[in-house]
């Protein structure tokens, strides 16, 4: 009964929202290990497999990660929804209202007080009224925004968590937080906890997300061409960014001008849509102020980030007017209502004598638009944001200066140099990912230094590239900076380098996808000049090659692995083929191989199949090998809608000898009992359904071929 109720509850959710792409994982190391494998090209084409709502409420103890805005409170407060559906007493806690840390004191006063309000998912408790702090299996507790808490009370919050878990072992909790902040956290707090991890939508999610939503074809064309990344990232694939977009567009979808929108220019405009919207709303008390209040919040919003606090009193705020600009000050207290400041602007009254943003990023965003007012904003962002001592960047400022970049690009350079004239210094992913996510008006010689200087980092550092970093440097790369991979590049393959060797594959590959082809054949020589023998390095050389459109090359790298039964690398040829040459008579091959190593990229490998010629090989391979036949046709793991897209294909490329070869298979398999497909294949029909529209006599064909084999006596 209670799997019924959570199966309802999710068809309800998809009803509502698109839900969340989850992973979860046993422990955090696991997370660690396995969350940067990097993005291959088939992870355009494959619908990835996500865990359930149903999968996460199985669990007792989970924290939930996830960047800004993937829909963290939205997750924990539909889990505590479903809980209490089910006859359980759940309740969400906003970890940032527990004043002075106090979190089971908290608790035990507002015993009473949760109501089942789902209006409002930001700065309110809700929940079960019955709930009690005691050891009940019927108890869920929901705790909200673990990075929202203010430093001086983090120490307290997280030793109630211990005491709770260790305490009241019975009750399920959950608790969410970003996963950079989560870094600062002592592991032993969430000992014995699994790890969900939240992803960014796919873009086939989004469309979904917007047919649902009531957009046509056209518009979702419009806003994906504005968003017009080209690797998966695009701004709307967050989910908030997507709410805040389509918000926008659903009212002024015809005055979307064709362009690129960074995530800055995104805020900027759904920011401060709302003020407009407010002043039109209270003309009297608002015209003409606008300007005046853009300019106070931007000044407030960096002096909570300066405090690292997401939350101030009413009192605070006064305190802030005495604190600030007299000209601003006065200008503004005579012009503005300070109730209505706080109620019809972008703060959020919290009706507890406390105030805030309406969410964490505008914060961020408008303390990065004040950041760029100040002077001398190079020693600011050093004074300010950077642990002197180990010149690493505090993570409560991170998602700032990734706005701040995205305004003011040289930002990028200051950042770069921290790093210069300490020995051994090795900064983290984030760091490499905000500095190279900056956008191309910086100058090329800047764009020269920043490339040069990350790339050199991480061969020195004998890391990995990240995969983000690898197509963000790719999109600042120019040809003039050919020197900087070409130097040094025997000597790593002279000294047996891997990992380097990758490296260069990796970036080459992303130059080619982001750039003209003026230095194809040089890169295509580099590539072929690497150590491809070697696995790793033949992995990240073919799907270079994919970007030259060169399955030539691809089949030299790549041929002798098909004869080994490794599926990793079996994938990656797989996914090189489909973008160089999907019909090529290797691919082919190498969806077979795949197939027969239950690889599911192998079947989108012959989704992609398009030619005549193509799909007689593959028919052949069916009509001469019986297991692998009985293999393909059934495979469960496919939908029907899924296999439409083989059908589709193979009535365009439908001729009088492939209908030849439909028949001879369909033959083949009814011929031998042994291999006809359990439960009366889909597929198999579906394709006997194609040859009989193609030719009113097919089905008289087939009867008499089954006749002529002795199948129909």
Known sequence: ?????????????????????????????????KDNNGVTYYDLFVDQKYNSISDLLNKKHVVILGEPGMGKTMLLHEIANIENDTGKKAIMVDLKRVRQGNLISYINAEKGKFEAKTED???????????ELINDDKNVLCLDGLDEVSPQNLPDIVSDIKHIVSSYPEIKLFCSCRSNHYKKIPKNVFK????????????KQIKEYLLRDGYNDENINKIFNLFNESKGDLIIQTPRYLSIACQYFKKNIDRVDQGTYSVSDLFELMTYKKLEEEEKSNPDALAQKIDIIKRVLEKLALLMEIYQTNIITKEELISFFDDVDSKLNISFLQQVNIKLFYERSLLKDNFDGTIQFENVEIQEYLAAKELLRLGHLEQVIFDLCIEPNIRQIFPSWLNTLKFLVDLEPKVAIYLMQLSYGIPGKQQDESFYKLI?????????LDREKLFSQVFTNYQKENKWIDSIVEYNLGKLYDNSFNGILLENIDDYINHNSCLQQCNIARVIGSILENNSNDYL???????????????????????????????????LV???????????????IISACMKAAPNDEFSVKAYIKGLKNDSIIARYGVYSIT????????????????????????????????????????????????????????????????????????????ILKLAQSKNINFLFLFLKALSVNGVLT
């Open 192 to 203: 014995g906890f699994d790890v969900a991890s939240i992803y960014m939508f796919s873009r």
């Open 521 to 555: 054949e040089v890169w295509k020589e580099l590539l072929l000049k690497l150590d491809y023998k070697k696995e790793p390095v033949a992995r990240d050389v073919v799907l270079a090659l994919a970007n030259a459109f060169d399955i030539e090359s691809i089949k």
């Open 436 to 444: 190279t996510g900056v956008n191309n008006k910086l100058s090329l």
């Open 121 to 131: 998912i930001k700065g309110t408790n809700f929940g079960a009224k019955e709930f």
């Open 611 to 686: 030619s005549e010629v193509a799909f007689n090989l593959f028919i052949n391979k069916l009509i001469e090998d019986k297991d692998f036949s009985s293999k393909f046709f059934e495979d469960r793991k496919f939908s029907v809608e899924q296999d439409n897209k083989l059908i589709k294909n193979l009535s365009a490329a439908w001729s009088i000898e492939l209908e030849q070869k439909v028949l001879e298979l369909s033959v083949a398999i009814l011929s031998d009992w042994g291999r006809y497909p359990s439960e009366n294949s889909l597929l198999l029909n579906q």
């Open 558 to 572: 790549a041929q002798a692995f098909l004869l080994h039964d490794n599926k990793h690398i079996i994938e990656y």
């Open 1 to 33: 009964m209670i799997l019924l109720l959570y199966l309802c509850w999710e068809r309800k959710l998809m009803e509502e929202f698109l839900q969340p792409n989850l992973k979860i994982f046993d422990t955090y190391d696991e997370f660690v290990s």
